[in-house]
């Protein structure tokens, strides 16, 4: 009969310091996973925000300012034209809207009974990009997007007199304090800086504040909003 000899304790010892080891680097390689997949969906759910916040404004600029059918008092039919369609600063702005054709304001309420809205636009306390009908004094901001480091506006102001430009540049991009006439302000330029919670990569380029470069996790998301009801 062949001699057995069994395992001594020592090595009983090693192969479950081993195997715990092994255990222990599954359990860490599990919750490594589950913690990307965790921040890759969060911030998947901060890039559909802020399509999401970009779509709802780029909609209300383009119908800011659109005249309504009115009837004066001889009886005629007329287009009704709002005197101010933009307002705002570097860190705010508002849009106009006739309620006759745009009822419901940039939250999608009806509670208005006035014959305007005016959207505003702003970063709000708990630093989330959000909006509300400032020309209702109960009006709250509801917020569009989250996680939100600045907001910053410029503005495209037409340059020259009316009825003929003849500067070779008819246009120009200014700060709220430089626009010397918001009725010849033609289009917005948004910048939204929003912080992704556990990001740590540094993307390139620069922050809402020119000349300062993005810090890790930040992310800087530009846009052109058009108003096509811009005085002619």
């Known amino acids: 009969m062949p001699h057995q000899q069994g395992q001594s304790l020592v090595q009983c010892l090693v192969g479950m310091t081993i195997s715990l080891w092994v255990v222990m680097a599954a359990f860490?390689?599990?919750?490594?996973?589950?913690?990307?997949?965790?921040?890759?969906?969060q911030q998947m759910d901060l890039h559909q925000m802020l399509h999401m916040a970009n779509g709802k404004l780029r909609e209300r600029a383009m119908r800011a300012g659109a005249p309504e059918l009115w009837i004066n008092d001889k009886g005629s039919p007329v287009l009704n034209r709002m005197t101010s369609v933009v307002s705002g600063d570097d860190k705010s702005l508002q849009l106009m809207q006739f309620r006759s054709l745009t009822p419901?304001?940039?939250q999608g309420h009806e509670a208005s009974s006035l014959d305007w809205t005016q959207d505003d636009f702003r970063r709000n306390s708990t630093k989330g990009f959000a909006c509300k009908d400032a020309a209702r004094s109960t009006a709250s901001y509801q917020t569009l997007t989250e996680q939100t480091e600045d907001v910053r506006f410029r503005y495209a102001q037409r340059m020259g007199s009316k009825g003929g430009l003849t500067s070779a540049q008819s246009m120009q991009w200014l700060s709220a304090a430089e626009v010397t006439d918001w009725r010849e302000v033609?289009?917005?330029?948004?910048?939204?800086?929003?912080?992704?919670?556990?990001?740590?990569?540094?993307?390139?380029?620069?922050?809402?504040?020119?000349?300062?470069?993005?810090?890790n996790g930040a992310m800087a998301w530009r846009s052109v909003?058009?108003?096509?009801h811009s005085s002619p």
Request: net charge positive; with cysteine; charged share 10%.
């Open 28 to 41: 860490s390689a599990f919750a490594w996973i589950q913690r990307n997949q965790l921040l890759l969906q």
């Open 104 to 106: 419901a304001d940039c």
């Open 186 to 215: 033609r289009a917005v330029h948004l910048c939204l800086q929003i912080r992704g919670a556990g990001v740590n990569a540094t993307p390139t380029g620069v922050s809402c504040r020119q000349g300062v470069p993005l810090i």
């Open 225 to 228: 909003l058009h108003l096509p």
